[in-house]
């Protein structure tokens, strides 16, 4: 409930659906951890000023952070809002060899 903020399952989804559609550009300096991002083509999660890279079988590089590089966000804007409040997903065992928190 505290996640959802209040809204109820089925209107939370519809926004993010639409949130997923629109392609957004950001600049790395504005994203809370665990943001997930495109860059150069492939998914990378923000952790510590680094950009993890993503991939099914676990995160397996990291990129020093540009904060002002630009980025495709693939988190949808209401997700990041509930990151930036405190929210603290769990790491895939695999990002802790670049000290994920």
């Given amino acids: 409930k ?3 903020g209040g809204k109820r399952v089925k209107e939370f989804d519809a926004l993010l659906h639409t ?8 600049h790395q300096g504005s994203l809370p951890n665990w943001t997930m991002v495109e860059h ?3 998914a ?5 000023h680094k950009l993890l890279l993503w991939s099914f079988s676990g995160y397996s590089q990291a990129l020093l952070y540009d904060p002002i ?3 495709k966000l693939l988190t949808p804007p ?5 990151l930036a409040k405190g ?3 769990r ?3 695999s990002a802790k060899q670049w000290d994920a928190t």
């Fill in 87 to 89: 929210y603290k997903p």
């Fill in 78 to 82: 209401s997700i990041i809002a509930i």
């Fill in 44 to 48: 990378f999660a923000v952790n510590n």
């Fill in 69 to 71: 590089k630009s980025v």
């Fill in 40 to 42: 150069e083509g492939a």
């Fill in 91 to 93: 790491w895939h065992e």
């Fill in 2 to 4: 505290a996640f959802l």
């Fill in 19 to 26: 949130e997923r559609r629109a392609a957004r550009q950001t």
